[in-house]
């Protein structure tokens, strides 16, 4: 299902800063429904293979899109209908005004996705990409179960209330809950407007919870929709997690309490799919890494593809930073794979004779084992 929104004025941006997202637990109030309910958004499943080796690891899913703009479009919109964050719009249109794109003018859908290194169970946030991955989702009765994923667009914490690194598990789920605010995020309304309010009824247009809320081991940390809609891919909120209204509608019956879950912080990914490797690099939005490209060296080794990637496309891929699934394999490593295969399970006087060309000698330098 793709959703086509009434499009944005610019100052609409201004509004998704204002609402908070710390929780805890109240009453539910007689004012649900005031907010209407959005209906789930059709679910998308991404099969994938976590096996190490070059020849069956498939850990990226989805696939890049390009959409030519059309008159009123602005990365808001879009990345609402094709459920991005607006984070990612602007990272992989670097040079398209967000707010007037050339009609006609063909933008990048960074629809493409690598998956975070580490244990792929549950919920996983990675932080910079400002994306949620939840694994064990329902499958086709033809796959299995075990090697399914569904990926989200979120907003996190803004600088002063950055979203925690940390594991967790779901402790319970609440259907328009009710929003008692801190007292720091009072302090900090009452600056802003001049008065603050003790709770939002669940339900409420006000209520920057949303219509759903998923509550974590973390105190008052939680997934939860939103009322503001356009903060999804923004650092807005006061350290939770939000999903797009039909997004969290349609996560929340998956997600069991009691599942393991992390955010964690991952600014360089590396995958493989059909036998070649790509790098998805991000912003270090919280400034947590002095430096991307030995991020980038680290992720590599971690990956056991070192010897797959060319170096010189990496560098280029971290020093843009656009977000997008990249390939970053040697260009001819295809041939070059059956040549060395063919060499390695050769007898030792033919496989002495097999040579590459000098273009191949020069990119594979992998051995044969």
Known sequence: ?????????????????????????????????????????????HV???????????????????????????????????????????????????????VGASLVIPSEWILPAGPREGIVV????MRLYYYDAPAPSSQDANTVVVSYPVGLGRQEWRTPRADFRIR??????????????????????????????????????????????????????????????MQVSHGCVRLYPEDIAALFPLADVGSKGRFDYQPVKIGARNGRVLVEVHQDIYGLTPWLWLVA??????SGLEQYIDQAKLQAA??????????????????????ILRASTAPPSVA??????????????????
């Open 48 to 102: 994938f293979n976590p096996e190490s080796g070059i020849d069956r690891q498939q850990t990226v899913v989805g696939m890049t899109q390009v959409h030519v703009v059309e008159k009123g479009d602005t990365f808001l919109d879009l990345a609402r209908e094709y459920d991005l964050g607006y984070n990612e719009m602007v990272a992989a249109n670097p040079t398209i005004d967000p707010w007037l794109p050339r």
């Open 172 to 233: 319970g789920k609440t259907k328009d809950p009710v929003w008692v605010l801190p007292e720091t995020v009072r302090i900090e309304r009452i600056a802003e407007k001049g008065f603050s309010e003790e709770s939002i009824p669940g339900g409420h247009p006000d209520n920057p919870l949303g219509r759903h809320r998923i509550e974590l081991t973390l105190g008052a940390y939680a997934i939860h929709g939103t009322n503001k809609q356009w903060g999804v891919g």
């Open 1 to 45: 299902m793709r959703l086509r929104r009434p499009h944005s004025a610019p100052w609409l941006l201004v509004a998704c800063v204002l609402a908070g997202g710390i929780v805890l637990l109240g009453r539910q109030s007689g004012h649900a429904g005031d907010n209407p309910e959005v209906p789930p958004r059709e679910l998308v499943t």
């Open 318 to 339: 971290v020093e843009a930073a656009s977000g997008v699934a990249t390939d970053v394999g040697l260009s001819n490593w295809p041939v070059a794979r059956e040549m």
């Open 352 to 369: 002495m004779g097999v040579a590459l060309s000098p273009a191949a000698a020069s990119e594979v330098t992998v051995q044969p084992n």
């Open 126 to 129: 990675n932080i910079p990409e």
């Open 297 to 302: 060296q680290d992720a590599v080794r971690d």
